[in-house]
Every structure is written in structure tokens, then in C-alpha cells.
């Protein structure tokens, strides 16, 4: 059985950084991609960010490139996201998940088979 567990959300002010974490249970997590994606309150789940399974290759959003360092430690299992300078249209709830298979899309969301419950990220300005 995989786990996702998303940590590290919380309301912040325009101009912050945050870094999200996601600790994952379950055999096989070095050999997987990872993804972040968000949801802002009545918009569709959106990409951020992937990260290969050894951690050599990342992709970004291009509205958010420049702000955000995805990485990930085997070792540990885990998958984090920095953030800086965020901003109030980063509000939303962030998900880290993970991809099917290296066939598979980095951007779209049915290219993801596990999912975290979430955390909220809330950016007042």
C-alpha cells in the first residue's frame, strides 16, 4: 500500500518562503516520479512541479519557474518543495503524487496514480 502524506502548509504573507514536504510509505519509491500539483478554490488541478526518480530532471511550471526547487531524498522517502517570494495567487491546497510510469505525461494529472490528502498553502497579500 503507498502513502502520501503532504506537511509544511500554512498561512504566510506575500513575499515568504515555504518549503512543502511529502513523506511516502511503500516499496519501490526511488524507482517512481514525483509531481506536485495545486487546486485553488474552484479551479482545476494544476501542475507545479516533477522531479525524475533518481532526482536528476525537474520540470516547473512556467508561471511559477524561478520561485520553486523541487528535490527529493531517496534514503528517506521524501519529496519536498521549496517556494520563495510566493505570492497571493498561490493560495490553494498542494498535492504531491506519484507518477505512472515513464510513459506517461509530467503534466497532467491522470499521469498519477498515488495522491497525498493535501496540505493548504494560504498567501495573504
Not at 528517506?76 to 498542494?94: A, F, H, I
Not at 510510469?101 to 493548504?120: A, E, L, M
Request: positive net charge; charged residues 20%; contains cysteine.
Amino acid at each position: 500500500q503507498v502513502q502520501l502524506v503532504e506537511s509544511g502548509g500554512g498561512l504566510v504573507q506575500a513575499g515568504d518562503s515555504l518549503r512543502l514536504s511529502c513523506a511516502t510509505s511503500g516499496r519501490s519509491f526511488s524507482t517512481y516520479a514525483m509531481g506536485w500539483f495545486r487546486q485553488a478554490p474552484g479551479k482545476e488541478r494544476e501542475f507545479v512541479a516533477w522531479i525524475s526518480a533518481n532526482g536528476g530532471r525537474t520540470y516547473y511550471a512556467d508561471s511559477m519557474k524561478g520561485r520553486l526547487t523541487i528535490s527529493r531524498d531517496n534514503a528517506k522517502n521524501t519529496v519536498d518543495l521549496q517556494m520563495n517570494n510566493v505570492r497571493p495567487d498561490d493560495t490553494g491546497v498542494y498535492y504531491c503524487a506519484r507518477r505512472r510510469g515513464v510513459q506517461y505525461r509530467h503534466d497532467r494529472p491522470n499521469s498519477y496514480d498515488y495522491w497525498g490528502q493535501g496540505t493548504q498553502v494560504t498567501v495573504s497579500s
